[in-house]
DNA sequence: TCCAAGAATGTGTGCGCTAACAATTCGTCA
DNA sequence: TGACGAATTGTTAGCGCACACATTCTTGGA
């Protein structure tokens, strides 16, 4: 392919009049090289175009600087931004980020993504799969491989960066209620996810401590506005709701969309507040209360973990400390979505 | 930190019985290798949880199976999209994927980021970053590199892999223009990305086709629903507009809301056709008729482009073939948010 | 029975780099 | 002026693997 192979160390070397040893120090920046040698390294190296070779680097120190990140479905907002957040952090700290998607869930999938990671020789993995499947697969991973969970709940056996999705679930619940509400409804994700388990926690915490009822949690929706949609559909003919804490954004949408259709508004009629902040809501129609979840910080904080745990000698980071849990607190964005009911049947202020 | 060394070939050699040749040998599916001896290697392999040094073998072959990807916001659907295109289909040819994320869309900084996949030694790169800026930095990348553009138009002088924005744009100002309108305006995406601009000139040409008017299109927009949002309050005064193709559904999302918000109704009043066909877009308020793109697909097709070009050996395609561009079509995927005007102005059917 | 051709396996070497140690140079103080 | 220690540089030996080649073992046909 190309005519000539690309220039090594003792290329640079032979140019700088010095040894191949020589070069390597001045490009790890070893202390004891004189100045001018160092100089003169440096413009034969770029002289020459050259670049060190990874691979063979790699070999010798026995270590990567590349990464690994699992992630469900990069698609979806959350995953996505976390991923972002993931590389901006890696980029930092001067490691790669490799990428393992998997399409489904099951432990094999799971456990298959790690082992193509470890094969590539990744020094530790990020995983963004929130599901309690997940969850128990990793579980069964070697302990020598550093591993660090993402955005999946508070309640797992690894190390991992969370939002407070309890606490965020509580923040809406009691805000409907502030706003005079009954009771809230929740429109609950998908059962194998621990966000969605953690959130309907919150949800079911913060109604029962203001001992308002606690109706039966909207089930059977899995993050999709479609989902949503049809839960609206229901809901739209149920004249006891008048509230709904859905348990993300897109599932918020198709709800709104089922109301609107039913010819129930928003807010007038029913409240309804969401989880997420994706960067559309607020101009859905009407825009939405939600309860805003840092994505991009969350990520970058999975990344610095990971790095601590592995144990960046550059950084001065101790390859030792153990942080089980790292949960950030989530904040609500109120917006248009909800309001006090309109017809209020007790407790008049 | 781990007691032992991990397990290397002559290890398993040793246990197998046999030259680490061998164990290489079986290792690489090479013919010639009875069955009873590749067993025993195998066997002795399981036993040890010998798993082979990437980078070992990536110095003795020197050629590695990891890619390069640049993205300028994975966060966007349509990038997180293709990537995941992407990963997929690295994942079916055997090869890892490293992702390198740029902030802004300079020069520099995509050239920085092709400057650190080559430090990692990716055998090829793919670029998703739309932007003209971004597609002329790329043309001074040394052609040792192999580099196909995805998403980002057809108009590059790069291998690109690219949905056919003109055409995409022709269907939908055709389809409104079919519907009795006068004529269609459009809410531009930046000028600085080649699929606006290809967008644009797709709408205006569909426009000029049919002799219709060519209104000044809507400028300054930036694909986010925000400012969808800003041109959708002027729109909405403007009773001489009865129909809008947005550049992408973003933007159509924050138009339709100020639409709504000052009582125009879509699409009685006015008609809106969006570009992308978001997982969301059917739960607009209307549901919106857009150009579906088939993001995954885009992404899957560059991997398959830039691995033609790499020259897989294991796969027996040639490292030859030059397929500068490839085009999709997209297709139009209508629903409630456009419809015939109310009064029509002239040529009555 | 023997030999040639081919199958199956083993041996040696180098990929490009860093780590450990050896050798050299330099400065400084007695 | 000489010598000693620190600063600077060079030398050697792998890291774990695949490739090229050498060697040994099987066949099958004359």
Redesign the interface.
Known sequence: ??GERAPVMADVARIAGVSHQTVSRVLNDHPNVRDRTRERVLAAVRELGY??????R??ATRR?R?LGVISF???L?GP??M??GI??AA?EYDY??????V?TLDRRSVLDAVD?L????VAGIVVIAPQTAAVGALANVPK?VPLVAVGCGAHTALVSVAVDNEAGAGLATSYLLDLGHRTVHHLLGPRTWLDAQEREAGWRAALEKRGAPVPEPLAGADW???T??EHGRRIADDPGVTAVFCAND?MA??L??AL?QAGRRVPEDISVVGFDDM??T????P?LTTVRQDFDELGRRALHALIEIVGDPDSGIP?SGRRPHIVIPPSLVVRASATRPRHRTESPT
Do not use: K, W
């Open positions: 392919m190309d670049r060190p070779n990874a691979a063979a790699t070999l990567t590349t479905n990069t698609t907002y996505a931004c991923l972002y590389e901006q980029r790669f980020v490799t990428v393992a998607a399409g193509r470890r094969n590539q020789g020598d999709t506005a479609r949503g949609y897109h949408l198709g709104l969309r609107q960067a559309e607020e101009y859905f129609g825009s390859a």
